[in-house]
C-alpha cells in the first residue's frame, strides 16, 4: 500500500502536480546544450553551407566562329576585342585536312565574330603578338606544305590587310611562346627544319627574342632539353618557366627550365613527377604554377613553387585530361574543360583546398579548345575538334 492510498483527494492532486514539474525539469536539464553538443551542431552548420557552396558552371551557347578552327591562334588585344588566326579547318588528324588562312575579329560589346584579311600564308598552330601600334603579328607554324614556317606577317589593324614581316633566324612549330615583361616576345624550341640535312627536326632547343623597338629577331641562349608541344610561361618575377614536352608518342619530358632575361641564361628547375605533352600549366594568385593533365591518360595535377623550386601534389582531376584547356577564374580557382576523348565535364581546381570538382558540363565534348576570360568576365571556350569533325561553336560561362 502506498502512501498516496491514505491523503485526501486535494493532497493527491497536489502530489501528481509536483511530480510532474519534477518530470518536465530533468527532462528539460537533460536536454541542455553542451559544448561538446555544440561544436557538433555548428559542424554540421559548416557541412551544409560547404555543400551549399560548391560552385555549379551553366555554359551557354556563344556567337560561334565564321570558320572552324583547330590549332590556332587565339589573343585578347589590348582594346578587348579577341582575334583569331589560322588553324586547321577540316580533317580529323593532326596532319591532315586544309590549313587555314583565315583571320577573324570578335568583338565583345557587339558580341560579334567578322572576317578580317587573310593570311599570305596557310599557318596551323602559329603564334600571336601584339605589337607597340595595335597591329599584329602572326609568327611560324606549320605551313600548307607541312613545312615549318620562319615567316612571320602583319595585320595592320587600321585596313584589315596583310603584309611580310621580318623572318625568325630559323623555322618554329609547336613552340612556346611568351611576352616579356620588357615587351619583347620570346618563341621557344618546338619542331624546326634543318637545312644542312633538308628536312625537319622534330625537337629543338634554340630561342629566339623579337624587339618590337628595332623590328628585329635576335638568337638567345639556347635551352638544354630539345623541347615541342611544351608549355611556357612568365613567372611572377619575370622569368620564363617552361616545361614537359616531348615527341607526339613520346617519351615525355619531366624536367623544367628557368629562362632569366636579365642575364640570357637557362637554369634546369626540380623535375617534375610525370612526363608531359598536351597539358596546361597555370600561373596561381600566389604565383605558384598548377600543372594539370598531359597524353597517356594522366589524372594526377602537381603545384610548382618557384620561390623553393618544390613540387606538390595537388591531387587528381576526375577524368584523364589530355589536350584540354585551363583558366584561372576572378575567385583563384582553375577551370578545366575539354581533352582527349571529346570530354564535357568542366572541372574546377580548388587552391584552398586542393580538390577538384565537377562543377558542369559543357554543351559539345572537345579536343585543343581555345580558352580566354573577357573584361566583362565571360569566360569563352572557343572551337576545337569534336566527334563529328572541326568546331566552329563557341561556348560562355559568366565568371
Not at 12 to 22: P, Q
Not at 147 to 175: A, K, Q
Given at each position: ?25 530533468l527532462i528539460s536539464c537533460g536536454s541542455e546544450e553542451t559544448p561538446e553538443s555544440q561544436d557538433i551542431s555548428n559542424e554540421s552548420h559548416a557541412v551544409a553551407q560547404t ?349
Open positions: 500500500m502506498t502512501l498516496s492510498n491514505h491523503l485526501p483527494l486535494n493532497y493527491k492532486l497536489l502530489y501528481l502536480a509536483i511530480a510532474v514539474i519534477l518530470t518536465l525539469t555543400d551549399t557552396n560548391t560552385k555549379s558552371l551553366s555554359f551557354e551557347i556563344g556567337q560561334e566562329l565564321e570558320s572552324k578552327r583547330d590549332r590556332f591562334a587565339l589573343l585578347v588585344l589590348s582594346n578587348g576585342n579577341l582575334i583569331a588566326a589560322g588553324g586547321k579547318e577540316v580533317g580529323m588528324q593532326a596532319q591532315s585536312g586544309n590549313f587555314n588562312r583565315t583571320v577573324e575579329i570578335f568583338d565583345p560589346i557587339k558580341n560579334q565574330w567578322t572576317f578580317t584579311g587573310e593570311m599570305k600564308e596557310e599557318r596551323m598552330s602559329p603564334v600571336l603578338f601584339e605589337l607597340p601600334d595595335g597591329n599584329v603579328m602572326v609568327i611560324g607554324g606549320l605551313s600548307g606544305a607541312r613545312d615549318p614556317l620562319i615567316s612571320t606577317e602583319i595585320l595592320d589593324s587600321n585596313t584589315g590587310t596583310f603584309s611580310m614581316g621580318p623572318e625568325m633566324i630559323r623555322p618554329h612549330n609547336e613552340m612556346g611562346a611568351v611576352t616579356l615583361n620588357d615587351g619583347r616576345f620570346m618563341v621557344i624550341g618546338g619542331s624546326s627544319y634543318d637545312e644542312d640535312i633538308g628536312f625537319q627536326v622534330a625537337l629543338s632547343k634554340e630561342t629566339e627574342i623579337f624587339d618590337p623597338g628595332s623590328g628585329t629577331w635576335t638568337e638567345a641562349a639556347p635551352m638544354s632539353d630539345k623541347r615541342a608541344n611544351h608549355s611556357a610561361l612568365v613567372l611572377n618575377d619575370g622569368k620564363v618557366l617552361v616545361l614537359g614536352g616531348g615527341k607526339t608518342d613520346g617519351p615525355y619530358l619531366k624536367s623544367i627550365e628557368i629562362y632569366d632575361p636579365n642575364t640570357d641564361t637557362w637554369k634546369f628547375g626540380a623535375d617534375m613527377t610525370k612526363g608531359r605533352v598536351a597539358h596546361t600549366a597555370t600561373v596561381l594568385s600566389d604565383g605558384k604554377v598548377l600543372v594539370v593533365g598531359g597524353k597517356g591518360k594522366l589524372t594526377l595535377a602537381e603545384i610548382y613553387d618557384p620561390e623553393t623550386d618544390t613540387w606538390a601534389l595537388a591531387g587528381e582531376t576526375n577524368t584523364s585530361r589530355g589536350d584540354h584547356a585551363a583558366l584561372l577564374l576572378a575567385d583563384g580557382s582553375v577551370l578545366v574543360t575539354g581533352g582527349i576523348g571529346y570530354l564535357t565535364d568542366a572541372e574546377l581546381f580548388d587552391p584552398n583546398t586542393l580538390k577538384w570538382t565537377v562543377v558542369g558540363s559543357l554543351n559539345t565534348g572537345r579536343i585543343r579548345p581555345a580558352v580566354t576570360r573577357l573584361s566583362d568576365g565571360r569566360v569563352l571556350i572557343i572551337a576545337g575538334v569534336g566527334k563529328d569533325g572541326m568546331l566552329a561553336s563557341v561556348e560562355v560561362y559568366q565568371d
